[in-house]
């Protein structure tokens, strides 16, 4: 796998906040206050992921705060999809539904959460989304809040029908459904929407659902998902989970997983330079919003850069966490998700 991923173009700079520990820091308090990580199996595993250097070279800009935000969104994304791919709770329709339902009412909830937050008779994944949504929804736009909203529904409305679905039915989705769903079901809309509150910009809804900005962002989305599920592969193929770009390929096409492979790396460098072409145009179109796009395109940029980096570096996919030695009930906790 080595020599394909040297050939994965990716020309941005490799940058990192200068707060990262006082990121890992606060990140390792907050998971155990909220009990999202309680058992020393799981906290062990989630360590090795070491997600507060993720969040650092994602948002090299970022103050201590929106960092901190940061840190505790992403661990927050990441422990319920260990929740769904991982474990039984991918394949419970009904529960996973149940669940999604509790995070909705957070959403819509006046309070952004806060009453929900002092329940104790909810999983932990929704009683720390309140948390995480009084401290992201308060200083938002209304115009942020409802954008964000739609795409973490999508993401888990996506995640608990199509991709639960498949996994009852042993479905292989086709490429081209497969990239759609994938963006959703990787909640990297939900990411990308940080952007916004990391830089303080609030990028115009005429400029949002304009067909330059939406190719900008599915193309750096695309990159950002496929260079994921590059590295998660073996992981993921030794659970048996169908959900990956170079499986679906291999699939497919029927050809090797090798081939399949040496196809999704190159798949990745071609929509990096979509990407670059994309942002020219869109840059071009709206010179009157010329500060909050380079802004915005700056965090997209970072992502990618930031998304490989990480992936070639964290233990969360090496071998010692699917070869036998640790299982996913050694590291799931079991009141996450109720």
């Known amino acids: 796998m080595t020599d394909y991923l040297a050939d994965i173009l990716c020309p941005f700079p490799f940058q990192l906040n200068p707060r990262v520990e006082t990121a890992r820091k606060h990140l390792d308090e907050w998971v155990g206050v909220r009990n999202l990580v309680r058992r020393e199996s799981a906290r062990i595993r989630f360590d090795r992921a070491d997600f507060g250097w993720f969040v650092a070279v994602v948002h090299p800009t970022a103050d201590a705060e929106r960092l901190a935000l940061m840190a505790d969104w992403f661990a927050w994304l990441f422990l319920v999809d260990d929740q769904l791919d991982d474990g039984d709770v991918g394949r419970r329709l009904e529960q996973v539904g149940e669940v999604f339902v509790g995070m909705r009412e957070v959403l819509e909830s006046p309070d952004f959460g806060a009453a929900i937050a002092r329940r104790t008779d909810i999983p932990t994944a929704v009683s720390a989304l309140a948390d995480l949504w009084q401290r992201t929804a308060r200083e938002a736009t209304p115009q942020w809040r409802r954008r964000f909203v739609q795409h973490l529904d999508s993401c888990l409305t996506t995640a608990a029908t199509w991709e639960a679905g498949n996994r009852v039915r042993g479905i292989v989705p086709t490429e081209e459904t497969y990239i759609v769903n994938r963006r959703h079901t990787g909640a990297i809309y939900v990411c990308m929407d940080f952007i916004e509150i990391v830089e303080r910009i609030d ?35 030794s659970r048996g989970e169908i959900h990956n770009l170079v499986y679906v390929v291999q699939h497919h096409q029927g050809i090797s997983q090798d081939e399949a492979l040496r196809k999704v790396c190159n798949t990745i460098s071609v929509e990096t330079e979509l990407f670059m072409e994309r942002e020219r145009e869109l840059l071009r179109t709206y010179t009157e919003h010329s500060e909050t796009l380079l802004a915005y395109l700056a965090g997209m940029r970072t992502w990618m850069r930031g998304n490989l980096d990480w992936s070639s570096r964290t233990k969360r996919y090496q071998s010692i966490d699917y070869a036998g030695e640790v299982q996913p009930g050694d590291y799931l906790e079991s009141t996450l998700m109720g």
């Not at 990028?203 to 599920?229: E, R």
């Open 203 to 237: 990028m115009p809804d005429h400029i949002y659902k304009s067909p330059q900005f939406i190719g900008t962002l599915d193309a750096a989305c695309n990159v950002v998902c496929w260079t994921n599920d590059v590295f998660s592969l073996e992981k993921e193929r």
